[in-house]
Structures are given as structure tokens and as C-alpha cells.
């Protein structure tokens, strides 16, 4: 129903910026919450940030400070601004959408991911 895909993934150096986007496109009504994640090999998917529809956020601890997250619900994105990155911040990042239902439960949709390299 929801198709995601990321873009603006890339090698960068110690202390640069990448800005990521993902393009959210079929049934994206009722969409609550998106964010992004990322993994990096050997270890468990982790939240990166989450944008609500009402614009609240929240920030992995990792993150606070370098990272911007923002929704353009015109253009159906949702954006990720990386400042001051760091090799720790290495991983391929996947966008996220989660549409909340009261009977079901919650339902996530994934992008296919973009990998982000940050070298010393």
C-alpha cells in the first residue's frame, strides 16, 4: 500500500553532512509516524528519529544535536539533515512509515535502505 524510497546516501568524511530523503508514495493516508532507522552490520536495526504527523520529534541519544529530522507533507518526503557526522554513524538507513489502527494494531512500512559511509 506504501512505498518508500530513500535517497542521498553516500561516502562522506569525519565531520561532513548528508541530507537523506525519502519519497512516500500509494496509500500514505493515515500515515502517524515516520522516521528513520538504521543498522550496521553486526548489530539490531536502531531508531535514528521519528517525525509525528503533528510535527512532534524524538532523537536517538547518539544523535541529538547533529540531526534534523523533517516532513514536507506537500511533497510526501520526509527528510533526515546529518551534521558532524561520525564513523559511529556508519550503517545503511531505512526510512520508515507507521500507520496506527485502534483494532489491529500499528502497521510499518520499510524502504529498501541507503547506505551511509563515513570515513576517518
Known amino acids: 500500500q506504501v512505498q518508500l524510497v530513500e535517497s542521498g546516501g553516500g561516502l562522506v568524511q569525519i565531520g561532513g553532512s548528508l541530507r537523506l530523503s525519502c519519497a512516500a508514495s500509494g496509500s500514505i493516508f493515515s500515515i502517524n509516524t515516520m522516521g528513520w532507522y538504521r543498522q550496521a552490520p553486526g548489530k539490531q536495526r536502531e531508531l535514528v528519529a521519528t517525525i509525528t504527523n503533528g510535527g512532534s520529534t524524538n532523537y536517538a541519544d547518539s544523535v541529538k544535536g547533529r540531526f534534523t529530522i523533517s516532513r514536507n507533507n506537500a511533497k510526501n518526503t520526509v527528510d533526515l539533515q546529518m551534521n558532524s557526522l561520525k564513523p559511529e554513524d556508519t550503517a545503511v538507513y531505512y526510512c520508515?512509515?507507521?500507520?496506527?489502527?485502534?483494532?489491529?494494531?500499528?502497521?510499518?512500512?520499510w524502504g529498501q535502505g541507503t547506505q551511509v559511509t563515513v570515513s576517518s
Open positions: 520508515n512509515a507507521r500507520r496506527g489502527d485502534y483494532r489491529y494494531g500499528p502497521t510499518d512500512y
